[in-house]
């Protein structure tokens, strides 16, 4: 998974800052998170935010019927479509 494009918004928008590189293989770059993050998301302090796990198990539900990349109208190539 790709979140390149993801991690310039949030930088960009100053809710998220680099803070140094993983010693790990490829040295990725690591973030963390500004006073702007904290003051948008109404937060005294991290400890304010959910804990992984609980963020795990938080149900997401699909639309029915259709992938959440297509549109009605815009299935892929063999798709078969239900609009009438």
Known sequence: MNVDGTMQTLTERGLVE???RAEVV???PTY???ALFLEYFGL???EG???ADELRRIAVE???G???RTRPGHE???AISDAT
């Open 76 to 78: 892929p190539a063999g």
């Open 32 to 34: 963390g998170t500004t």
């Open 49 to 51: 935010l959910p804990a």
């Open 18 to 20: 680099g803070v140094g």
């Open 26 to 28: 490829g040295r990725p």
């Open 44 to 46: 005294s302090s991290l």
């Open 62 to 64: 699909k639309p029915p």
């Open 66 to 68: 259709r992938s959440p």
